[in-house]
């Protein structure tokens, strides 16, 4: 990391070339209102991420709780400079369908101009990904994402991975894995997008981002194995008040997630039809959350005798999960059915996860890689070219070979995030091992490595295991 960071900053004729483009010529101006829509959209996906830390915080014992958090946060730095210097070339400049180039490498060639930059690749009407915002305003947007996604792992392998190997487990992950996968879906000529690609439907990272997380979650939670504790010696969450307020900071987080993925706030038309993308994304989003918390609730309800609020938090956050793909592309009706479903199918996924004895810590794969694959699949349904033009008609619309591309597109996220997932852990195990050492993960990862408490004795909490 050190020495790629010194030789982008050593190497001055591409710093000049970045440099210059932002001064030469005189490109079209950007709109002040997307510009400012899209800036204040990025600061709300970056929060999702304090927000993640908060919600998977709450569900740990409290001598782990620091190291959870940090888990989450730590993505912000490493993240925020690889996609600088590698991430944002890899993912979105013009390449292989598989991979992007590496022509703006340290963001070299990614200024301030609003078009042009995708000149001369396929396909050629393509030349900007967003054409009313500066380049770099669209690259820091998708920087927010690529932050929170390797974040949303940490909740599989809570309490028993080491910082360090998990620190180099996301470098490399968020390399090998999300970056081939966002720019597959969504850059200019990728395999599975459409841009050129074969058409699967994606608004805002069903299954670049919550499928790729949580199929890499039970990966790595069946390659770390079990805790010593699991699955007799359970705990139920240490602070429930920080899983309702890491749940309300996602869910206000995700309105930049899903309506900033319309990349404009302004108006367009499809047919005599006018549409808005940022405000129908903006409509889904809440009211499929609304929908999948309710679900949640009347499910413990009638189930189990109580309604909880670790269910209301999780079955709102099931339902942005499951809006995710399909927020500018359906209707608030068919949010509400989507976040219904996608409730339904998650709480009795957590459920059969149970069964089973995976020790995905957290739930991830139940949530995120469940809910991504149910929302992606009642996107390729419940689609209409009534909301984006843009888009494709779904199955109700009569386009049934929607549904086959998006199970193409399902299958190979799968594929890519297991099998990547795989091999990264087990290259981590066999150079600086994946777990710490029984004692400390009894005694609680906190102290052991990171040399501070969450709180002081005083305040009581759990005791070390003897």
Known sequence: MIGA????????????????QTSAGSPPAADTGD???MLISA????LMTPGLAFFYGGFVRSRNVLNTLMMSFML????????????YSLAFAPG????????????????????????????AELVSYAATIPHQAFMIYQAMFAIITPALISGAIAERMSFRAYSLFVLLWSTFIYAPLAHMVWAKGGFLGLAGGLGALDFAGGTVVHISSGVSALVAAIVLGPRKTHPDRLSPPHNVPFILLGAGLLWFGWFG?????????????SGALITNLATTAFVATNTAAAAAALMWLILESFLRGKPTAVGAATGAVAGLVGITPAAGFVTPLSAILIGFITAFVCFYAISFKHKLQVDDALDTYPVHGVGGTVGAILTAIFATTQVNGGGKDGVLRGNFGELGVELVAIVVAYVIAAAGTWIILKIIDATVGLRVKEE????????NEHGEEGYN??????????
């Open 257 to 269: 997630f899903n309506a900033g993925s319309a990349l404009s706030v302004g108006s367009g038309t």
């Open 96 to 123: 292989l369908p598989f991979i992007g180039g590496l022509q703006w490498l340290g963001l070299n060639g990614v200024g301030l101009e609003t078009t042009d930059y995708l000149k001369g690749s396929n396909p």
């Open 35 to 37: 510009t400012a829509f």
């Open 76 to 87: 912000m730095a490493i993240v925020g400079v690889t996609w600088i210097l590698w991430g």
């Open 43 to 46: 600061a709300l996906v970056l």
């Open 5 to 20: 960071m010194t030789l982008v900053i050593l190497a001055q004729p591409l710093m000049g070339n970045a440099f210059a």
């Open 457 to 466: 004795s005083e305040f009581g909490g759990d005791r070390p295991i003897q």
């Open 440 to 447: 400390a993960e009894l005694q609680g990862l906190d102290i």
